[in-house]
């Protein structure tokens, strides 16, 4: 079997694998799995490839967190 490049880890940082847990989590406790993958997943990937390091600091996170928490209606 062929194997490609893994969208949800390009995306989101996270293996597709361990999408699902996080998906089966947010299930349930009730929480919108694709507000989280938007408006933190996403966003720290996003933040990690910019960093020169590829690791978030605490200052990083916070950051990402806050935009997210904008969010909730």
């Known amino acids: 079997m062929k194997k490609g490049i893994d ?3 390009v995306q989101y940082g ?3 694998e ?3 847990l996080i998906e089966a989590a947010c299930v349930a406790e ?3 799995s694709d507000w989280v993958k938007e408006y933190i997943l996403r966003p720290l990937n996003e933040e990690k490839g910019n960093s020169k390091s590829q690791q978030l600091d605490e200052k990083d996170v916070t950051k990402v967190l806050k935009q997210a928490m904008k969010q909730i209606k």
Do not use: H, V, Y
Request: charged content about 35%; hydrophobic content about 35%; proline content about 0%.
């Open 14 to 16: 996270i293996k597709k």
């Open 30 to 32: 009730g929480i919108d």
């Open 7 to 9: 969208g949800t880890f």
């Open 18 to 20: 361990d999408m699902q």
